[in-house]
């Protein structure tokens, strides 16, 4: 900073702050431009400032003015003068506040280094004189900046510590503002009762004050939590009761919101046409109000609906639309989102070149972005001290009589600067590196957990299917011990779904035509048949299904093959055993086992049946919502269709 210029800014200071004040109501109260034209010596009736305080304050207030119309270069000039001004006073308390309100603009405009360092400092001050008021807003804004770099330990200690000041000093906005920070970390540490507990307070606080947006946000924040624990008619009405309130403030950026949450959940609900209804009025206003960010939100959305309902060309169209905007706004999670849902599409419309090329490019995107976060705040602190440091050199050259007569304090500064540098370098560096260590200690750990679970249930299944085949050996009874065969075939039945989960990674939905085909392999191995004593056909389509429904439908095949093996091919010399798996037109699928034995003998129903076996077959095909149909002539056919 040039020196003279310096002296010439404190000297008008203190000359403005010894003759002007400013008469102010409440902040709520006062316009921008009344507090602009009274600051101004000329338009404003300059008799009427008396202290440097009533001057700091209007700058103050002006700059949170400027702050929440989002004038932030305006807001920052307001809060750096009341800065230097209260410094010149020696008023701590409103050079704290000052230092407080510098710290939300360098938040609001992305630096959130230099945010941490001025609401620290201001904290320091604050804790120092014992003002529990600003104390509280600095360790709250500290809380909100710690949340937002997922920093949750130190970020949950300074709100629940603003908390507690809050409520003693009966702030009761700003409580409210702590409890739903609060809340958010919570649900994002998946500690949902948690969350709750401090949506509701937050919700509790802001209709007792009559805060009707802060009661719409709290509203719209429990269905969050409801949705992600999967509570969704309960996250439905939540997210309704914040939508009316939404459309009587007549907020059209909030109600859009609503709108796509509101949409979200009908299609987990798969009410597609719901779904499609609500995301169709967000994409609307969004256009409106010309919101790109949420646009992409809503194409996203809307392509993620078409692909699940088999809409593939609204599907690609949406998507496409997504990825020309998300490029445009440099949304990196947009444009992962995006990418994915594109390699979605094309591997469902069998372009897999253009799925894999997608694939490759999420997969980038992925491994880059904490890459890119962590380069861009290292260069952005280094371009910073250089040109610090630039600044520095020339006014050296510009001032080197006045810089000689103050050599010593410049070499002090220098050196303080530098100091500050490199540890304001060393923390962050700290923190990047303590975040990546969560964050793959997490993971490493879910994985460990994950595989141990796997390894304990196929061990339980392996340690039960040997007991059985012993207890079978040791058995004379043949009755107990098909008893127990049958147990034996059930269990490697659900085996087979467990290891087909273990080894399909990410993807939980099971191939329906590998698991047959070893399911019948392995029960023909195990009644000691093979492929040259029965003549078994196979067909089935390339089906997945979710564990569930493909587990009740492995055990059906068990059990109706393993009845054609038993006792179907009596005195039958040429045994014939037909399965097949077959997709059809209504999007049902068939399954039909048919063998050429001897039929059923007809006192057996299948609805009054008092065997294990067919009581099994009846309930699973309930379970699954089918329908049974048996044909008896010239061998038995069981034909059930279930929906996919």
């Known amino acids: 900073m040039d020196f003279k210029k310096s002296k010439m800014r404190c000297a008008k200071l203190i000359v403005i702050s010894l003759f002007v004040f400013i008469p102010l109501n409440e902040f ?39 702050w929440r119309n989002k004038s932030y270069d305006k807001a920052k000039e307001c809060f750096n003068t009341a800065v230097d001004l209260s410094l ?52 709250l804004n500290l809380g909100i900046v710690y949340k937002r770099h997922g920093i949750y330990d130190q970020s949950l200690e300074c709100l629940l510590e603003a908390a507690t000041l809050f409520e003693r000093n009966g702030q009761l906005s700003e409580l409210a503002s702590a409890y739903n920070s609060v809340a958010g970390i919570q649900l994002k540490i998946l500690d949902y009762s948690g969350a709750l507990k401090y949506n509701f307070k937050s919700l509790e606080i802001r209709k007792l004050i009559g805060d009707e947006r802060g009661v719409a946000g709290s509203l719209n924040n429990i269905g969050n939590v409801y949705k992600n624990c999967d509570s969704l008619d309960i996250a439905l009405n939540f997210y309704r009761e914040s939508l009316e309130i939404k459309m009587e403030l007549g907020d059209s950026q909030l109600i859009s919101s609503s709108y796509l949450n509101i949409g979200k959940v009908y299609y987990s609900l798969k009410e597609y046409v719901l779904s499609e209804e609500n995301y169709t009025k ?39 639309l997504a990825s020309y905007l998300s490029k445009e706004t440099k949304s990196y999670q947009l444009v992962l989102e995006n990418l994915i849902l594109l390699k979605q599409l094309y591997k469902s419309i069998g372009d897999f070149q253009k799925a894999l090329s997608y694939s490759e490019e999420s997969v980038s995107l992925t491994d880059s972005i904490f890459n890119q976060e962590k380069t861009r705040a290292l260069t952005d602190i280094q371009l910073k001290y250089e040109t610090q440091k630039k600044e520095m050199e020339i006014t050296s050259l510009q001032n080197f009589n006045e810089i000689q007569s103050n050599l010593l304090i410049s070499r002090r500064n220098t050196i303080i600067s530098l100091v500050v540098g490199f540890f304001l370098l060393l923390v962050l560096l700290c923190l990047i590196y303590y975040s990546y260590r969560l964050k793959k200690t997490a993971n490493e750990k879910i994985k460990t957990l994950m595989q141990e679970r796997q390894h304990r249930a196929k061990n339980n299944r392996q340690l039960l299917s040997s007991i059985l085949n012993l207890q079978s050996d040791q058995k004379n009874d043949a009755k107990t011990m098909e008893t127990l065969k049958s147990s034996e075939n059930r269990v490697q039945a659900i085996s087979l779904i467990d290891k087909m989960l273990f080894n399909n990674g990410e993807d939980i939905t099971i191939k329906m035509d590998k698991y047959l085909y070893d399911l019948i392999n392995y029960l023909l191995l195990s009644y000691g048949l093979n492929e040259l004593r029965i003549s078994l056909r196979t067909y089935f389509d390339k089906i997945s299904l979710n564990p569930e429904i493909a587990t009740a439908i492995g055990i059906i095949v068990n059990e109706l093959v393993t009845n054609s093996l038993k006792h179907a091919f009596n005195n039958i010399s040429d045994p014939e055993l037909s399965i097949e798996l077959i997709r059809k037109t ?42 049974l149909k048996i044909e008896n002539k010239f061998g038995t056919i069981f034909y059930i269709e279930f929906k996919e």
Not at 103 to 130: A, H, M, P
Not at 307 to 312: A, K, V, Y
Not at 596 to 614: K, Q, R
Request: aromatic letters at 6%.
């Open 88 to 139: 010149i006073a020696d008023d701590r308390k409103l050079h704290a506040s000052s230092l407080n309100n510098l710290g939300l603009v360098f938040y609001s405009t992305g630096d959130f280094s230099e945010g941490i360092d001025l609401y620290k400092q201001s904290l320091t001050i604050c804790r120092s004189i014992g003002d529990e008021t600003n104390t509280a807003k600095s360790l």
């Open 28 to 66: 709520c109260q006062v316009s921008p431009d009344k507090l602009r034209n009274d600051l101004d010596p000329v338009k404003g009736d300059v008799s009427v400032f008396e202290t440097q305080k009533n001057l700091i304050d209007s700058l103050n207030k002006l700059g949170i003015s400027h």
């Open 586 to 627: 209504n999007n049902k699928i068939l399954l039909k086992i048919a063998d050429n034995g001897i039929g059923m003998p007809e006192e057996i129903n299948v609805n009054s049946a008092e065997s294990l076996g067919l009581k099994l077959i009846k309930s699973l095909i309930s379970q699954i919502k089918g329908d």
């Open 282 to 320: 967000a994409l609307s206003i969004k256009k409106e109000i010309e919101d790109k960010h949420g646009m992409i939100l809503v194409y996203n959305s809307l392509g993620e609906l078409y692909l699940e309902t088999g809409d593939f060309e609204k599907a690609r169209l949406y998507l496409l």
